[in-house]
């Protein structure tokens, strides 16, 4: 006699389903816990230091509009050829200088949308990192809690955040620093050698391999991380130490909170069923 549907056993989610409900829960979350923690500690300082790097732009383009001026009335003294003319030099100059100052790129107002952008990208990255942390809980096998998890977060927090900025620390608006696909690709064999290290130095058992993971710890530091060719920054540098430390209080609690909410939905969705 077939079972009735009402009487058919629930099908438990497959491991993908469970990896993707584990970061999404765990992401949202932290994305938002970290979006709390940088209005609190670090906006204020990136403000601050927006104001400095505005005022240090804007000295050029005073400057420039001054002799833009000079130059204007310059030729009005020699106005000859007609008001057409001088028209067309005119608007060709003003393209110019609108195009010369023009620094491009949209960026969110001030206010309710530029927070609205910042929970967005917050949550899309804690997602993202969610699902990094929910696979290799998943490859690992080993049973998980929300303690473990919060071991899990600590490591991720020492691979993604303390390791590069080691060698790259925040930086506020207004600094000099060094190409940004040199920076990334830095950033990249920073996070892959110390994430490498660390599994070594816990899982592995001869002493020839943790060795070499102390090795591997110190080579992206050895190497140097790429710099710019001028060092220089608008902002005064305490203010860029406050805001390496926000950021690093800041990281820490999103890490250790991702990692335990990771390990926490883990179980949970890995019983159910």
């Known amino acids: 006699m077939p079972l009735s549907p009402a009487a058919a056993p629930a099908r438990r989610p497959g491991v993908f389903n469970r990896i993707v409900a584990t970061a999404a829960g765990a992401g949202i979350v932290a994305g938002l816990l970290l979006t709390g923690m940088q209005h609190l500690q ?38 000859h050829a007609g008001a057409p003319e001088h028209e067309h030099a005119a608007a060709a100059a003003h393209e110019h200088r609108g195009e010369e100052h023009h620094h491009g790129g949209w960026e969110p107002a001030p ?83 110390t994430a490498t290290a660390l599994a070594l130095l816990a899982w592995s058992r001869h002493w020839a391999l943790k060795l070499a993971a102390l090795a591997l710890l110190a080579v992206p530091h050895l190497v140097g991380a790429p710099q710019p060719a001028v060092h220089g ?37 890995n019983r159910a069923g």
Do not use: C
Not at 155 to 170: D, E, I, Q
């Open 111 to 193: 206010g309710g949308e530029r927070l609205f952008y910042t929970v967005l990208a917050n949550i899309s990255m804690a997602v993202g990192y969610a699902l990094l942390l929910a696979a290799a809980l998943t490859l690992r096998g080993k049973p998980v809690d929300w303690r473990a998890g919060l071991l899990w977060g600590g490591a991720a927090y020492l691979v993604f955040f303390v390791a590069p900025s080691l060698g790259l620390p925040p930086e506020l608006p207004g600094t000099q620093a060094a190409p940004v696909v040199a920076r990334q690709s830095w950033w990249i064999a920073t996070a892959g050698a």
């Open 42 to 79: 670090v906006t204020e300082l990136i403000r601050t230091a927006e104001t400095y790097e505005a005022a240090a732009q804007a000295a050029p383009v005073a400057a420039h509009a001054h002799d833009h001026a000079d130059e204007h009335e310059h030729g009005n003294e020699h106005a």
């Open 233 to 269: 920054a608008v902002a005064p540098a305490a203010l860029a130490r406050e805001f390496v430390v926000a950021s690093a209080l800041a990281n820490a609690a999103f890490w250790l909170a991702l990692g335990a909410l990771t390990g926490w939905l883990h179980a949970r969705f």
